[in-house]
């Protein structure tokens, strides 16, 4: 029904920058929210980033005034600009998009390394 296809992601020294990308396909109306999650190794998955249909964003704590969500023209995709990366950003990072009495729709996933 829902396809959530990911890229962008990668290895990158710490102080560098990354942007992921996150196009979406298939029966997409009424999409409430899209945003970004992260799981590192041995951790529970964690919100990074949110934005909804008005553009109303909130971020995790760590990573305010360094990552930046916005959605494309097409309301169809989502990006996070990812600067200053630290190595505690290393995790594999999901886009995930809400859809309105559909439920919550998933990526399959890019790898983020950032090396020190």
């Known amino acids: 029904q829902v396809q959530l296809v990911e890229s962008g992601g990668g290895l990158v020294q710490a102080g560098g920058s990354l942007r992921l990308s996150c196009a979406a396909s298939?029966?997409?109306?009424?999409?409430?929210?899209m945003g970004w999650y992260r799981q590192a190794p041995g951790k529970q998955r964690e919100l990074v980033a949110h934005?909804?249909?008005?553009?109303?964003?909130n971020y995790h704590d760590s990573v305010k005034g360094r990552f930046t969500i916005s959605r494309g023209n097409a309301k169809n995709s989502v990006y996070l600009q990812m600067n200053s990366l630290k190595p505690e950003d290393t995790a594999v990072y999901y886009c995930?998009?809400?859809?309105?009495?559909?439920?919550?729709?998933w990526g399959q996933g890019t790898q983020v390394t950032v090396s020190s």
């Open positions: 934005i909804t249909t008005t553009g109303s964003t």
């Open positions: 995930t998009m809400g859809i309105l009495r559909m439920g919550q729709y």
């Open positions: 298939g029966f997409i109306n009424n999409v409430n929210y």
